[in-house]
């Protein structure tokens, strides 16, 4: 089973297989796309990685938080990492779901006086966050805005008017690099776009699969997923990458800003590279993964 990791489908196949045998013993090892840097996934690097870089001693944040679980795990997270890096947690403001309109959320985080204004939230909630942003000119000066969960995708919808400034991070982009690129084309040919991180990932996650099948001359699960830790993972979407005991698969990341429209050559050319985040920086370190196959 390939695709995101917390789809409603994907949940329900793999509650179906922890009560067989093999789900008992191989739970932990689902092979993810873990470049999918959304609300539908577990992995909170997106935003981890975005405050971690941004943060220096004084820096000031204020969050517009959406009020469920997700925005709650963000919150507690932003006011843990913030403050280990010597920042200000200023405060937050949180927003029902779906957001009907957050403008009073964004006004509070205007005055708060805070360098980065941080939208931790998701989908829908994200877009039009932006786009209340952009009305009230936030972004447009030294209080920047700050998207924990933001694609290329998400971008193109909203419009680079609008999303030009915002600080994002994502672990795959089509225009990274001559391989990222080319990858792309091909995609796009036959599917008439570019890639989103998801895609990417899960041709990536296929693509090594299929290949330690082929090394092992074995399709058993244990074979498979050994094979798998011991090849390295190399291919035309991520960078850095392995397959840790945990079943994580640590690669590089990407810190971008939404660029402004002038600056855009074509239809998909929508962010500038800020800062690359090696793998080991980007995730949480195997000594503090729950992850209950992992031997203490």
């Known amino acids: 089973m390939v695709g995101p990791a917390r789809s409603i489908a994907s949940r329900f196949n793999q509650n179906r297989i922890r009560k067989t045998e093999f789900g008992r013993n191989h739970e932990t090892h689902r092979l993810r796309a873990r470049r999918r840097l959304g609300a539908l996934s577990r992995n909170r690097s997106p935003g981890r990685n975005l405050r971690r870089y941004l943060t220096k001693p ?27 890096k010597g920042g200000t947690y200023v405060g937050s403001v949180r927003h029902a779901f779906p957001a009907v309109d957050l403008s009073s959320q964004l006004l509070t985080a205007q005055g708060s006086g805070a360098d980065y204004i941080a939208l931790a939230n998701a989908g829908g909630d994200t877009v039009a966050g932006i786009k209340t942003a952009r009305d009230f000119g936030i972004g447009q000066d030294k209080q920047k805005l700050v998207a924990f969960f933001l694609t290329a995708m998400d971008v193109k919808s909203v419009g680079l008017a609008a999303a030009q400034g915002t600080v994002l991070t994502e672990g795959f982009y089509w225009n990274l690099d001559d391989r990222t690129r080319a990858f792309s084309e091909r995609f796009k040919a036959k599917h008439g776009a570019v890639p989103s991180a998801i895609q990417a990932g899960i041709y990536s996650s296929v693509r090594h699969y299929l290949k330690a099948v082929a090394a092992a001359k074995s399709d058993e699960a244990k074979t498979v997923i050994a094979k798998m830790r011991e090849l390295p993972i190399e291919d035309d979407v991520v960078r850095n990458a392995k397959l840790r005991e945990d079943g994580r698969m640590v690669h590089d990341f990407y810190v971008f800003r939404a660029k402004q429209p002038a600056e855009s050559k074509s239809e998909w050319d929508l962010y500038d590279l800020v800062a690359t985040i090696p793998g080991d920086e980007a995730f949480r370190p195997l000594s503090q993964s729950t992850c209950p196959a992992i031997k203490r």
């Open 58 to 84: 004084g820096t000031k944040w204020f969050l517009v938080t959406a009020d469920y679980a997700l925005g709650h795990q963000l919150e507690a997270d932003a006011k843990t990492l913030v403050t280990a």
